[in-house]
Nanobody, 115 residues
């Protein structure tokens, strides 16, 4: 499985950005895809995930501000980020999971929120 992420960039606090991640290769119908982020000096942490059935999970810090959605026909997930804060600054990684033993990561995309 290959993951191609796009989006990200520099935005002022309060602004919005949208990330996209397209999966290609041997895609399973029962997959979970999502986004994690890693800020400087911190561990990689969950942002949001979505299953093929549309069930979503969010980190408490982004609930109400970020929305994850998916297009199963395109094997693509989107992360709409609104009301961005400086503490959202991080490298955002797309993730693909299937069962407990298949786990892939995208190349990471930088999101920088200026105050």
């Amino acid at each position: 499985v290959q993951l191609q992420a796009s989006g990200g960039g520099l935005v002022q606090a309060g602004g919005s950005l949208r990330l996209s991640c397209a999966a290609s290769g041997n895609i399973s119908s029962g997959k979970t895809m999502g986004w994690y982020r890693q800020a400087p000096g911190k561990q990689r942490a969950l942002v949001a995930t979505i299953t093929s059935g549309g069930s979503t999970n969010y980190a408490d810090s982004v609930k109400g501000r970020f929305t994850i959605s998916g297009d199963n026909a395109k094997n693509t997930v989107y992360l709409q980020m609104s009301s961005l804060k400086p503490e959202d600054t991080a490298v955002y990684y797309c993730n693909y999971q299937y069962r407990a033993w298949v786990n892939y990561w995208g190349q990471g995309t930088q999101v920088t929120v200026s105050s």
